[in-house]
């Protein structure tokens, strides 16, 4: 006796050695003797021979016509036996019921398995949908090799074209373009990136790497809604009678910081900081600063910026020259004999500004020797380096010598005097015009420099202690321990040798000294603080902004690292000079860029000036390789 079993969803046939009723032994067709449960055996039949069997059964499965062998079938639940002999209409040989098992077993879109050799007729609608998915996907899987054939072929497909954004920012695992990509790379061992940079599927590098920044961190845009309101300047704030002028780069069009010096008597001065008031401007939780406070900060990149604020709110509120602007202002009377600060207050106010400068019309030389001889009581006016008239370029860096001093001495009580035998760091400045990029470099701790920092320095020194004083809360920049972080209570900055800092000098830059500012001014004011002690708005926004904060710096420094690397394109370097700063981790010189060579001698002391070749630049990943060119092949002229 014969048998026809399932085993592992596949059907075979046997010949019965022992029969034990629940369970049984067979030679298989091969020849091995195998164990069955009784409810594998689907058919027994004692003729034809196996082969005979098989080769029936391949000639009747071949003849089935499913489609018919389902309109055939019942309605209603049926057992395999039953439809063949409704399919064949006489009593069908074993050969033809085990071929409609098959075609059954085989077709589950057409019929669904209920049970041991059991089976129901799929509906209509079911089938319908089951044979259009069926045409659907053999549709899509030409369509996918026709795709990867492209693909590897260093071809992009037109279709792929209008998919780049998901194919790159928002991968969609599911989308046929995703699989072709994903199919490609992995035939190719690259990267979707990669890949996509090797085909020239990805038109511009910068912009790649500014849409990957905006699409984590601004997903809905980075533009401001038109219909955002704010309040125009205050007119009705009283005027002050010092000019003021601000002293910034070129580049800056945020100016929310400016100064004024004003002659009291013999060795007296009154100096004024005074920082835009843009918390005048709009309430907390309106619209505009909900974006704020999801923003918290201008992001800089060396080919533009994105702004905290709209840019027609920072025009109105900016201190521009020529301009009356509310301010909130420190004034500090000061005795030039030994820079004494004599005293001091805080007041809400306007001011004029009187000039904009600029770092690169000021001559640093005349800032540190001033004009002595000057008529300090005529010494009201801003002054402008570029007008030609010699009397107010005197005022003007008369002025400037009396804030250099000041910061000197203040520098001093910080117990920050640089140490003439350390060289100062160099701060470097990108401008990219026409896609050519530019880097200069000015050192730290110049004249002008020093002036701005230390009076930014000694006013968020100042109203982070007045905030403490009066209990209202506020964000603080602390450092202990050589560990920066942001609180809500005042406590040392060892870095900058305060007892606190908050800072409130950039309100139209960072949305920390924004809400410091809206605190100040209510105090200033005479008025309740907007944000209450243990204020939930606060804590939140110190843990989202270091987060922020973070961000943006890490991108502005990989965006600073992609623009060196163009200039190294741009200018044709192959050869460089960079100095070791340790192993083999070395600074080319003239550019803010680290890399490491690992062909650079462990032996090579830091500090050591090398000689290097450019290997290779690659802008996808923001890197480039170089080799260590030895002293004795300079020698030789290689």
Known sequence: ????????????????????????????????????????????????????????????????????????????????????????????????????LHSLHQSPMHFYKKGHGRYRA?????????????????????????????????????????KLDMLLYAPDKQDLAWRALDAACKKTSLSPERFLERIGAIPSLHDYHINIFLREHFPRGSHFSDTLAWLAPDDSLPLSSYPAFSIDDALTTEVDDAFSVQFIDEHHWRIGIHIAAPALAFIPNSELDKIAANRLSTVYHPAGKITLLPEPLINAWSLNEGES???????????????????????????????????????????????????????????????????????????????????????????????PAQPARADYQFRVIDDRISITDRQRGNPVDRLVSELMIYVNTT???????????????????????????????????????????????????????RQLIALLQHETPPYPPKSEVIYSILRDFELAYDAYATFQRKMERFWCLRWLQQENVSICQATVIKENLVRLDGLPLLTRVPSLPTTIPVGSTVQLHIDQIDLLDVDLSCTHIPATALAEGE
């Open 325 to 419: 602007r509310p301010v909130v202002s420190l004034y500090i009377d000061v005795d030039d004999r030994h820079w004494d600060i004599l005293s001091q207050y805080s007041c809400v106010e306007r001011i004029t500004i009187a000039a904009n400068l600029r770092h690169e019309q000021l001559v640093e030389e005349n800032i540190c020797q001033g004009d002595n001889q000057g008529d300090n009581q005529g010494d009201n006016q801003g002054g402008n380096s570029d007008n030609g008239n010699n009397n107010d370029d005197s005022a003007l860096y008369r002025k400037l010598n009396i804030l250099w001093q000041l910061s000197g001495a203040l520098e001093a009580r910080r117990g920050k005097t640089p140490d």
């Open 463 to 517: 109203w982070g202690k007045l905030l403490a004083e009066h209990d209202a809360i506020a964000l603080y920049r602390t450092q202990s321990g050589g560990k920066v972080k942001m609180s809500t209570r005042p406590a040392p900055h060892e870095g900058l040798g305060v007892e606190q800092y908050a800072w409130s000098s950039s309100p139209l830059r960072r949305f920390v000294d924004l809400i410091n500012q």
């Open 1 to 100: 006796m014969h048998v026809f079993y399932e085993e592992d969803s596949q059907f075979k046939v046997g010949t019965i050695v022992t029969d034990n009723t629940s369970s049984l032994q067979i030679d298989t067709q091969f020849g091995k003797r195998v164990k069955l449960r009784a409810n594998q055996i689907m058919l027994r039949f004692a003729t034809p021979s196996l082969d005979e069997f098989m080769t029936e059964l391949k000639h009747a499965h071949e003849e089935l016509d499913v489609d018919f062998l389902w309109e055939t079938a019942p309605n209603n639940e049926f057992s395999f036996e039953e439809l063949a002999h409704d399919y064949f209409g006489h009593t069908p040989k074993p050969s033809e019921t085990a071929a409609i």
């Open 122 to 162: 799929a509906p209509v609608e079911a089938l319908t949908a089951a044979k259009a998915s069926v045409v659907r996907k053999q549709r899509e899987a030409a369509q996918l090799d026709s795709w990867l054939h492209d693909l590897i072929e260093l071809r992009l497909p037109a279709e792929l074209s209008g």
